[in-house]
Structures are given as structure tokens and as C-alpha cells.
């Protein structure tokens, strides 16, 4: 007898079940299609523009960032090392290389869910181009460890997974054409002093 | 038992209706996007400088290096004009229209002198504008807004610790004013 609202209410469970639950997920775990990455770094050109995909119109519109412009500069982050490992903020990592053409850089590590670390203000909690210390041929090292570290120090906090937020301000990364051999650093793991 | 699988079979394909549903609706409604949170700020035609900290709208400087400050404007009663002038290492600014769409953005490389003089104004408004151009607008770059709500975002860079001043200057002098002739 009763069969049929049963099955009704089966079908409609599993519609708003999944339903959801698959839209979240999908917000959750990217920003949308058309991303770029060179090596563990992604950055998403077009997330800003009308032409952008309705995943990433939802993910912006969820997440309510000011999201930098076309002209402005492109914003690279990443999670993982170039093994294809996450970040982990018990180890120690070194940022090594050069960064493509722009005018300016700025790198700090976020939580995983992209909320800034809260790091003593005395330690060196980002870090730029006109600050960092450069080797010859104007490449850098900079060791990102939750324990002091000579040269360049990029202090994070124990707290899990982190990310990596390298911004590239005024930088023609964007519209490349694959004229220009873009590299980015590499991100190479050193030790897990406690893990 | 095979009535309970199409019961199933039917509930996946109203999931994929339901998906498509959420993903397309969600920047109609979710409230917090960057315009609703631009509003939230109560300052309308001006730049309101961010904190390091959220403020009540949840908008911070997320760059440790990096000064903004937004401003919701309506070219609804008339052109909106945009000012700043100062020596900082870099600015930029962006326009977003209602929905977060960029319209325009630019930096101080290519703007005229390094200062940022931009007027944003619906095309009937430009037309008027370029047929009797007014004297104090002969160095601004005109742009076409196609809605008539937007917000702009001017960030300052500053380097280190001793650019502060500067940049706070910069970006208190800066000004989002409706255009008057």
C-alpha cells in the first residue's frame, strides 16, 4: 500500500541527496575549468571574466574574493610539491628557481581552505621580490619550515595542510601564448623534522 | 525489487537536473559574493581601505603586501569618475560590474603618468561626453560600463614596512565620485 510513496520519497531523496551534496563538492574542490599549472602551480586567468564557466561563476560568487584583473596580475597557488605530494606543514620545503615575467611578485602561505595564517608578526610570514635574497642569475631559494631557517625564512604555523599563494603582479603569464618559456619554481620537499 | 532501482535510476537523474540547478542559480543568491559584501561596507562613492583583519563584511587584505581599497559605485545619475595620485611602487584597479565580471582594469604602467584618472559611464552618457568634452576630463580614459551597478578595487603595493605611509596616503587620497560638469 505503501509502495509507491516510498519509492517516491527514494527517488526524491536521492535527487536532493546527491544533488547537493555533488554541487558542494564540486565548489569545494576547484575553482572551476580553465585552469593553467606549471608544475604544482595552478592560477585561473579567466575566473574574474564574463566568459568564465558557471563553476567558477558559483565558486566566485561563494566565496566572495576580490579577484585580481587582467592587468592586475595573476595569482598562482599550490598544494601540492612537485613529487605530486601535499604540503604538509609538519615538513620543511624549499621554493627554488625563478618566476616568469612580471613586475613584482608576493609569496605567503593560507590554510588549506584558503584562509591566511596567522603568524607572529616578528617572523617573516611572506615574502617579495625586492626583499627576497637572490643568487646569481637572479634565481632564489626560499625555505618555507615551521623552524628558523638561514637565508630566506618563510615561516608557516603547525597546523596540517597549507598552501602556497605566489602572485605575479603585472605579468603577461596570462595571455601567453607558449612564446615564452614560462617556468615556476619547484617545490621539493627537505624533511619532516617531526613526522 | 526493480521498481526500487528505477525509483533510484530516477533520483540520480533529477541529482544532475538538481547540479545544474544549484551551479547555475548559486551567484544569484548566495549573498556573500564580492558586490553584496562591497555593499555591506555602507560606503558608496568613495574607496573604503580594507584591514588586515575581516571586517564585518569579511573582506580583508589578503596580501600581506598589498593595500586595497573598494568603492561601489551607480552610473545611474551620471558618469562615475576614479582619482589617485602618488609615488607608490605599483598600483592597480579593477572594475567588476554586479555580478563580479571584470569590465576593465589597468595599472600604473598603462595609465597616463603614472596617475589613474578614469571615468566609467553607460554609452549614452559617453557619447554626450565625447561630443562636448569637458576640459577637466582631456587626460582621463573613457570606458563603456554596460550595467550601471559596479565596484572597483585599487590596490597599492607596498614593498616593505616603510612604504606604509605612502600607501595609506595613496589610498586615502584616492577618490569615486560621481562625475559632475
Same mark, same amino acid.
Not at chain 2, 559574493?33 to 555593499?39: E, N, W
Not at chain 2, 614593498?159 to 605612502?166: H, L
Given at each position: 500500500m505503501f509502495r509507491i510513496?516510498?519509492? %517516491?520519497?527514494?527517488?526524491? !531523496? #536521492?535527487?536532493?541527496? %546527491?544533488?547537493?551534496?555533488? !554541487? #558542494?563538492?564540486?565548489l569545494k574542490a576547484t575553482v572551476g575549468f580553465g585552469a593553467i599549472a606549471l608544475g604544482p602551480w595552478v592560477a585561473f586567468p579567466e575566473a574574474q571574466t564574463e566568459n568564465t564557466d558557471p563553476y567558477a561563476k558559483a565558486h566566485r560568487a561563494r566565496a566572495g574574493k576580490l579577484l585580481y584583473g587582467g592587468a592586475e596580475g595573476l595569482q598562482f597557488t599550490a598544494a601540492m610539491d612537485s613529487n605530486g605530494q601535499k604540503l604538509s606543514s609538519d615538513c620543511s620545503y624549499d621554493i627554488s628557481g625563478i618566476t616568469p615575467p612580471a613586475r613584482f611578485w608576493t609569496l605567503y602561505a593560507t590554510h588549506a581552505n584558503d584562509q591566511p595564517m596567522k603568524i607572529a608578526p616578528d617572523l617573516p610570514a611572506a615574502t617579495n621580490a625586492w626583499t627576497v635574497l637572490r643568487q646569481p642569475y637572479s634565481s632564489f631559494v626560499i625555505h618555507v619550515s615551521p623552524v628558523a631557517q638561514p637565508d630566506n625564512w618563510l615561516a608557516i604555523r603547525r597546523s596540517g595542510a597549507f598552501k602556497l599563494v605566489l602572485t605575479l603582479l603585472d605579468t603577461p603569464t596570462a595571455g601567453s601564448s607558449g612564446l615564452i618559456d614560462l617556468a615556476m619554481p619547484a617545490i621539493v620537499k627537505t624533511g619532516c623534522p617531526n613526522a | 525489487m526493480r521498481s526500487a532501482l528505477f525509483a533510484i535510476l530516477v533520483g540520480l537523474v533529477g541529482?544532475?537536473?538538481?547540479?545544474?540547478?544549484?551551479?547555475?542559480?548559486?551567484?544569484?543568491?548566495?549573498?556573500?559574493?564580492?558586490?553584496?559584501?562591497?555593499?555591506?561596507?555602507y560606503e558608496m562613492d568613495s574607496f573604503f581601505p580594507l584591514t588586515s583583519e575581516p571586517g564585518p563584511t569579511g573582506l580583508a587584505n589578503d596580501d600581506p603586501f598589498l593595500r586595497v581599497a573598494v568603492c561601489g559605485f551607480s552610473v545611474d545619475a551620471g558618469p562615475a569618475r576614479f582619482v589617485a595620485k602618488g609615488a607608490v611602487p605599483f598600483w592597480s584597479l579593477a572594475i567588476y560590474d554586479a555580478n563580479s565580471n571584470e569590465i576593465f582594469s589597468m595599472n600604473d604602467h598603462t595609465a597616463v603618468n603614472g596617475n589613474l584618472d578614469l571615468v566609467m559611464a553607460t554609452p549614452i552618457q559617453l557619447v554626450d561626453l565625447r561630443k562636448t568634452p569637458p576640459a577637466s576630463l582631456a587626460q582621463s580614459i573613457m570606458v563603456a560600463m554596460p550595467g550601471e551597478e559596479g565596484y572597483a578595487v585599487?590596490?597599492?603595493?607596498?614593498?616593505?614596512?616603510?612604504?606604509?605611509?605612502?600607501?595609506?596616503?595613496?589610498l586615502a587620497e584616492s577618490s569615486c565620485e560621481p562625475f559632475r560638469r
Open positions: 510513496p516510498l519509492l %517516491v520519497a527514494l527517488a526524491l !531523496s #536521492v535527487a536532493f541527496g %546527491v544533488g547537493i551534496v555533488s !554541487s #558542494v563538492s564540486a | 541529482a544532475a537536473l538538481l547540479h545544474i540547478v544549484i551551479i547555475l542559480a548559486l551567484p544569484q543568491f548566495t549573498g556573500k559574493d564580492a558586490y553584496s559584501r562591497v555593499l555591506g561596507l585599487l590596490r597599492a603595493l607596498a614593498p616593505t614596512d616603510s612604504y606604509e605611509e605612502t600607501v595609506r596616503n595613496f
